[in-house]
């Protein structure tokens, strides 16, 4: 399909109602909740989050957005591994709800997000051994109840408990009180919630994500991005380009304005590039660089944005302004590019009018776009949060020096998203397809 | 309220000096009964020293570059910037200064730090900074700090600490432990800068605390603070330094 289409069929579902998909990710998924429904519980929510009449934003099977693989936050990730040991035992069901309100008085509730009662058949295979149903009358029907964190009450307590009770004082028969490790967090989608059913212990997905993005807000966002698969192979393209020049390492970026649709910026690294002393800035990256020049869109060309390292758009990349919203010339031949930009600045220079028309009164970089070869350092995804843009798309993942990516085997600092800062944007890696490949400079600030 | 700040701010030791200079009936302090003459009493009776004077402990080189730094960060404050002003200092000299320049620049990275390294880089390679120093009035932020350290700076003297996004204690500690960046590779295991912090951190506050009270023009939905007041309370405590 080309890409044409693609655009077109991607602005078509643009038009549709925005009406948001809680697991848009995980629609594959399918979370069994009609059988669970079932058991009682008076402590839990009915499934209604699930029954509500959602729009779902399909994509294309060949749509490139398939290729964007959102970032988790550092919470999200801590709170998908972190567990805490908690009581169970088996209790007759028909003394379920006796047991659980008299269980009130003496534990708090918590850990909403597990099941409280669970059928034997529900128990995850890893646990059925180890909770072998206890010796029972075989036409009485157990149920699991999860009792609390180990450190909310003693064993002993909670056997002293359980033997007053009137469930099991009758038959003097005390269920055995067990303890297993559960997922101490709420989980932040259908999916996961899914696989801690298999694995740890029956879970419930309510609608929210304290930890991250609203699974809304990342399917929102990832409706609003503009021609993404274009995008990110402009930095790219910057970035071999740049690599090329000498001018500075092998990373390109790119800032769109979705209001319009415009690319406000597109730069290289620039950190080889030499002043005239004979040496170069070892900060001039390509995000601050891109930064830098959106700021300097705004400020007009009265003044510098930079007066002791004049911002300009360099390395064969210039913007046409005039035309089609997202028209970028990139050439292979610098000098001409040079000339251009010298014509440029002298028409505007004559003209006072047109060096107004150049400037807009955004702030910053606010709710921008921002498409990067590569995964920024430190100093860029602070700067990023610092111009408050409001997504971002990077390539190739460094590992070494990466800021933004979370995920264990590099910074884990997860600075996209963290509840401590002043501001967060969503964040997604582009899945390079075979070929796509660039090199990287894994030790290198990128 | 300022008296009782001064008197935070002494330590415990020179708080007992200062009150028995005002009684002088319990002659037990040290001056006096080492040298019981009649001028020693004379003078501790008659001419109650100032709670300052005897504290204030000797202005070091780090203080005067401070006091530069500060008043950078003042002249910043008239400018309608962010109060945060620095100096970077090499072989005894100020090569440079910044002061936030953001409002201006409608470029939201041109912090004092970055300001200042594109002055000195017009002027000198970068292999100056592994022989500079650099006192900024606020901690650098997590960007700056990160900055600092892919230039390769040698030492980092601040005043007070920024809990908001500071890259050098306050939020996150991107000045040490292993990462790229930095020439100064022997120091906290490989690329790290050692920083100090609080150096006339209360008067770095205050200009801070001058500025916010303002309101953000510039911001999409700016927060009316016109019930705000410029406190002058809860300063931090300064840290000498040796």
Known sequence: MSLSIRLHRLLSQRLLPLRFSSNFFLRSQDFERHSMTNLASPTMESEKFFDEEEEVFLIDKDSPLHNLVPLRTLQEIRAAVETIDVFTVPIPSRSANAVLSSLRAIVPTSLQHLRRLVKPCYIPDSLVDFLAVPPTPPEENILYLLVCPVTDISEENLSNFLRELPAFSATGAIPRIMTVAVPSSQPISAAQATEWSAKYWPAVYKRGNPYGPHPSIVSQTLRGLIDPENHILLAKRIATETASSGEGLGFGAVIVDPQTGQILAAAGDARLRCNAKGWGNPLDHAAMRAIDMVAQRRLGRTQNVRPDNKVEVWNGVYLEDEGAPTKIVVKLDGNSIIKNEDKDRNANGEDGKEVDDRRDDGYLCHNLQVYLSHEPCVMCSMALLHSRVGSVVFGMRMSRTGALNAEAGGRQMGLFWRPELNWKFVCWQWKAGPGEEIESHENVDA | ?242
Do not use: W
């Open chain 2, 1 to 242: 309220m300022l008296l009782k700040h001064l008197i935070q701010i002494l330590s415990p030791k020179m708080t007992i000096r200062i009150t028995s200079t005002t009684t002088p009936a319990t002659p037990t302090t040290t001056p006096i009964t080492a040298a019981p003459t009649e001028a020693a009493t004379i003078t501790t009776t008659t001419t109650p020293r100032s709670p300052l004077a005897p504290v204030t402990p000797p202005p070091t080189i780090h203080h005067a570059y401070m006091r530069s730094a500060l008043q950078i960060a003042t002249s910043a404050l008239q400018s309608n910037e962010v109060p945060v002003g620095c100096v970077f200092v090499h072989n005894s000299r100020i090569i440079a200064s910044g002061r936030n320049d953001t409002n201006r620049s409608l470029c939201g990275t041109r912090h004092a730090e970055l300001v200042a390294i594109d002055k000195i880089l017009a002027t000198h390679p970068p292999s100056i900074f592994k022989e500079t120093d650099l006192y900024v009035t606020v901690e650098p932020c997590i960007m700056c700090a990160s900055a600092l350290r892919q230039v390769g700076i040698r030492k980092v003297y601040f005043g007070c600490s920024n809990d908001r996004f500071g890259g050098c204690g306050g939020v996150l500690r991107v000045h040490e432990g292993d990462g790229v960046g930095g020439e100064n590779k022997s120091r906290n295991g490989g690329g790290g800068y050692e920083v100090v912090g609080g150096i006339y951190s209360s008067s770095a506050v205050v200009k801070l605390r001058e500025f916010y009270v303002q309101e953000n023009g510039r911001a999409p939905i700016a927060t009316s603070k016109k019930g705000r007041e410029l406190k002058t309370d809860n300063l931090p405590l300064d840290v000498d330094i040796l």
